[in-house]
T-cell receptor, first 114, second 115 residues
Framework: AQSVTQLDSQVPVFEEAPVELRCNYSSSVSVYLFWYVQYPNQGLQLLLKYLSGSTLVKGINGFEAEFNKSQTSFHLRKPSVHISDTAEYFCAVRRTDSWGKLQFGAGTQVVVTP | KAGVTQTPRYLIKTRGQQVTLSCSPISGHRSVSWYQQTPGQGLQFLFEYFSETQRNKGNFPGRFSGRQFSNSRSEMNVSTLELGDSALYLC??????????????FGEGSWLTVV
């Protein structure tokens, strides 16, 4: 079985400041790792994904994440946030053999203030 | 290219009724999965379909069912609705799942309120 833990339920941050959202996972089998964002009253949008290779993954909207196998972490970062980054962010894993089934974390609400 | 389309977007049902939600995947996508999102339980996997066959099922009661048609469109049905079924139901699609690491794209969801 897999589990995903997002260590912060809410992260307040000032505009133009950096932000880091923490995600730890556990799995007995190989997994792919994802970060999704959900804006109010919308579905989920993929920010980035780690499949293999370089442990630093760059995504859309200036986000990047680093996969750390030894610490089973996949933290998301952005060097300078905008008001428009206010949203909920979900870390997710998927077994490499499980097709569509994503296991999500509980989410981190990011609130960006001027 | 159109995204994942879900209908209806919003609906209100009464306890005991049943509901059918529809999902049209991105053109060319053959895998469709469904998720339930609630404030208390978060995002939970319901089921996944590929080539009209259910390939994977989450831990939900038998009141939750789904199907996929030959054009890859999918429907999910919830019978004998309970208040706790109030949620955002998200449909997602992807290319053939055998292709490792395919991105899963989500629709905007169907908001179901049970009263």
């Amino acid at each position: 079985a897999q589990s995903v833990t997002q260590l912060d339920s809410q992260v307040p941050v000032f505009e133009e400041a950096p932000v880091e959202l923490r995600c730890n996972y556990s799995s007995s089998v190989s997994v792919y790792l994802f970060w999704y964002v959900q804006y109010p009253n919308q579905g989920l949008q993929l920010l980035l994904k780690y499949l293999s290779g370089s442990t630093l993954v760059k995504g859309i909207n200036g986000f990047e994440a680093e996969f750390n196998k030894s610490q089973t972490s996949f933290h998301l970062r952005k060097p300078s946030v905008h008001i428009s980054d206010t949203a909920e962010y979900f870390c997710a894993v998927r077994r490499t053999d499980s097709w569509g089934k994503l296991q999500f974390g509980a989410g981190t609400q990011v609130v960006v203030t001027p | 290219k159109a995204g994942v389309t879900q209908t209806p977007r919003y609906l209100i049902k009464t306890r005991g009724q049943q509901v059918t939600l529809s999902c049209s995947p991105i053109s060319g996508h053959r895998s469709v999965s469904w998720y339930q999102q609630t404030p208390g339980q978060g995002l939970q996997f319901l089921f996944e379909y590929f080539s009209e066959t259910q390939r994977n099922k989450g831990n939900f009661p038998g009141r939750f069912s789904g199907r996929q048609f030959s054009n890859s469109r999918s429907e999910m049905n919830v019978s004998t609705l309970e208040l706790g079924d109030s949620a955002l139901y998200l449909c997602a699609s992807s290319l053939e799942p055998e292709i490792s690491g395919n991105t899963i794209y989500f629709g905007e969801g169907s908001w179901l309120t049970v009263v």
